[in-house]
């Protein structure tokens, strides 16, 4: 009995101690959303492209070129201004004025706040086309998110990690449940 009751609290602990260790792991940040979105088609190139990560952005002072967005156009052109402006989960860079219709390319490498990097890329369209609906440039860094946009997405990691550990409570109660079974079993077997 002992044993059994031995066993099963490493199992738990080891179970608590994977759960505790990649539960943080499990929600990696990534792109939640872009301005202007992937693939869209857009009237006018906007003054900012915005970039909104499922958790905080990491910012080290002195380490500015940590964080990278780029903006060229079908020719290879760069078409940002090289300021990256960070707040929480959303990373921002200014658009050069003067570029007209055309593809454009969003390249960015970023790291979250758990230290992992996050890199990838999109195209977005601006031309005539989208001009009879005509999507107003995105506002500032400053102003396009709210408080609220970013609590939401905290809670939404939060409810991740929740349910990572809520699965594994269940599958301990449940092997427990089984020793528990064959263990009554033996001993009516005796």
Do not use: C
């Not at 080290?60 to 090289?82: M, R």
């Amino acid at each position: 009995m002992k044993k059994i009751a031995s066993g099963f609290a490493a199992l738990a602990l080891g179970l608590a101690a994977i759960l505790g260790v990649s539960a943080p792991a499990i929600a990696h940040a990534e792109l939640v959303e872009g301005s202007p979105a992937a693939d869209s088609l857009i009237g006018a190139l906007p003054e900012y492209v915005d970039l909104t990560f499922g958790e905080n952005i990491m910012t080290i002072d002195g380490s500015e070129g940590s964080n990278i967005i780029t903006v060229v156009d079908s020719n290879g052109a760069k078409v940002d201004d090289e300021t990256i402006v960070v707040d929480a989960a959303v990373v921002s860079v200014g658009i050069k004025p003067g570029f007209g219709n055309g593809t454009y390319t969003v390249t960015y490498r970023v790291v979250s706040e758990d230290g992992h990097p996050i890199e990838g890329s999109y195209k977005f369209e601006v031309g005539d086309a989208a001009q009879t609906n005509v999507i107003a440039p995105a506002p500032s860094p400053s102003a396009s998110h709210t408080d609220d946009e970013h609590a939401a997405l905290e809670a939404q990691s939060t409810a991740n990690t929740v349910l990572a550990i809520g699965g594994g409570v269940v599958v301990v109660s449940a092997v427990a449940g089984i020793i528990l079974i064959l263990q009554r079993r033996k001993k009516q077997a005796n």
